[in-house]
């Protein structure tokens, strides 16, 4: 057999590559295929867990752990090709074209398939372009969003949800739900009425003093609607900045794709600079 020695910086690129591929060029195939397929138990498992338990310290708990899990990869995979650095014989899959051959089925295949699993069945990750959901949402705030089982559970009132714009499909909004199937809703001078009581909103903010009247818009007024039972009716919290169901009617909860949950990022964008408190905030 040809004797080929490994080397370091080639291990170190393939595992940057593909997880577990340093450890095949260096000899070790059946570790490697367990590095390989144990980075998306990985991933699946802190997905499940910032899933479940939406906090500060999860995010950083499951991020700490994705990137100590490749640092011993990493580590292993150099420790490995050194020993063999001396003397390697060659083995049938120490073939380059088998190493290209698994970058691209992972690139271009298996990536793809998890991560749209993820995407439809688990979470999303969203960027807020806009201020309608001021204070709770912030332009600039990146959030993650509860997939395909959260909406099993049906719609609650107060949940934040990602569903495509009535009047534009090709765009997804993100409102509040405000009333659900059966209630009925009324707005008079700015107060909402759901079922004849007024509703506490904590949340909302006012920045136009004006109250328009309800022949003029349905901003400010809106006579009692009944919401349908296949429908939900959302508000943005920055109330006199929001294009919403005051507007262009009732969103159908088939439609609906994601239920907002946490902020993971939050960049300042006028200010240049990351908004520290907000990253781990849970939405409510």
Same mark, same amino acid.
């Not at 007024?221 to 507007?247: A, C, I, K, W, Y």
């Given at each position: ?31 490697? *295929? %367990?590095?390989?397929?144990?980075? #998306? =138990?990985?991933? &699946?498992? !802190?997905?499940?867990? /910032? ?38 014989q060659i083995? *049938? %899959?120490?073939?380059?074209?088998? #190493? =290209?051959?698994? &970058?691209? !089925?992972?690139?271009? /295949? ?110 400010d007024n ?49 200010n240049s ?12």
């Amino acid at each position: 057999m040809e004797n080929k020695p490994r080397k370091i910086w080639i291990a170190a690129l393939l595992t940057f590559l593909t997880i577990g591929l340093g450890h095949i060029y260096s000899g070790k195939l059946k570790k490697g *295929s %367990f590095f390989y397929l144990g980075q #998306y =138990l990985v991933l &699946v498992l !802190c997905m499940t867990v /910032v899933y479940l338990l939406p906090s500060f310290i999860t995010l950083i708990g499951a991020l700490l752990f994705g990137s100590a899990y490749f640092l011993y990869c990493l580590i292993d995979a150099i420790r490995i090709a050194q020993k063999a650095r001396p003397v390697y014989q060659i083995k *049938s %899959f120490n073939r380059w074209y088998l #190493y =290209l051959g698994i &970058v691209i !089925c992972t690139s271009l /295949v298996i990536q793809p398939i998890i991560s749209n699993s993820i995407k439809e069945y688990m979470i999303q990750a969203y960027k807020i372009p806009a201020g309608s959901l001021k204070p709770t949402l912030l332009v600039g705030d990146q959030i993650l969003c509860k997939k395909g089982l959260a909406l099993k559970n049906g719609l609650q009132k107060g949940e934040m949800i990602i569903f495509p714009y009535p009047e534009d499909p090709s765009k997804e909004y993100i409102k509040r739900v405000i009333a659900v199937g059966g209630d009925e809703i009324e707005i008079k001078n700015k107060k909402v009425f759901i079922n004849r009581d007024q509703i506490e909103e904590p949340y909302v903010i006012h920045l136009d003093s004006r109250i328009l009247p309800g022949n003029l818009s349905t901003r400010d007024n809106l006579r009692t609607v009944e919401v349908p039972e296949d429908s939900v009716f959302v508000m943005g919290d920055n109330r006199d900045n929001s294009h919403d169901s005051r507007f262009w009617g009732f969103v159908k909860k088939p439609s609906v794709t994601g239920k907002a949950f946490i902020i993971y990022w939050s960049w300042d964008r006028e200010n240049s600079k990351i908004r520290w408190d907000r990253i781990g905030k849970t939405i409510n």
